[in-house]
């Protein structure tokens, strides 16, 4: 009993994957470089398609930087 995507599914995850993977690894980028071990081990154990790594760039690293 092995998993097996169907075509069109396999395409969806692949898409999800080039989407998300550039965000992750800017986010991560961002909190390691910030010092935010939190986030940054929130962002590593979380796959939320992207979600958690944008609100991340845009509302919580730029909130901090206008300080």
Do not use: C, H
Not at 6 to 18: C, D
Not at 23 to 28: D, H, P, R, V
Not at 45 to 55: F, G, M, P
Request: avoid cysteine; aromatic fraction near 18%.
């Amino acid at each position: 009993m092995g998993f097996s995507l169907s075509g069109e599914m396999f395409w969806i995850v692949v898409a999800l994957a080039v989407w998300s993977i550039p965000f992750k690894a800017w986010a991560l980028w961002l909190s390691a470089r910030r010092g935010e071990k939190a986030w940054f081990i929130a962002l590593i154990l979380l796959n939320t398609a992207a979600i958690l790594e944008l609100v991340y760039i845009f509302f919580v690293a730029k909130r901090s930087d206008t300080k």
